[in-house]
């Protein structure tokens, strides 16, 4: 494992993602923002938690496609439109979802959420930037 999720004395204290990544490879994979898609561009889920779970898919497909795993992934931003704080328990659960069928970590790499107007098309609702160290 590549990188290593650390949570020091003196921060916020949280329990569903690291605050902290320290990544101790040589290569880093720099992913595109990834949608809740399909391979042939429809959207995966109606709802937040179905499309966070298909994008965070997306993204390990693309770290294992790049020779990494799901333990080396250093940070994600979401990009959720609309975003107000009562969307989080649909955030977490389509994160429960994720680390569940593909294996993600608990806690979580080091994330973000930043609200925006819109996405590509209305039909998405999310998209998911990542950063990975490859040793």
Do not use: C
């Amino acid at each position: 494992m590549t990188v290593e999720l650390m949570h020091p004395d003196g921060m916020l204290e949280q329990t569903d993602y690291s605050p902290v990544a320290v990544g101790t490879g040589s290569r880093l994979v720099l992913l595109a923002g990834q949608a809740g898609v399909t391979p042939d561009f429809k959207p995966a889920a109606p709802d937040l938690a179905g499309q966070v779970h298909a994008a965070l898919r997306n993204i390990v497909i693309g770290v294992r496609g790049a020779g990494g795993d799901v333990g080396d992934l250093a940070r994600l931003t979401f990009y959720i439109v609309g975003w107000v704080p009562e969307m989080w328990n649909e955030v977490l659960a389509g994160i429960a979802r994720a680390q569940e069928s593909e294996g993600l970590p608990a806690p979580m790499p080091p994330l973000s959420i930043i609200g925006v107007a819109a996405l590509f098309t209305p039909d998405f609702v999310v998209e998911i930037e990542a950063t990975a160290v490859l040793g």
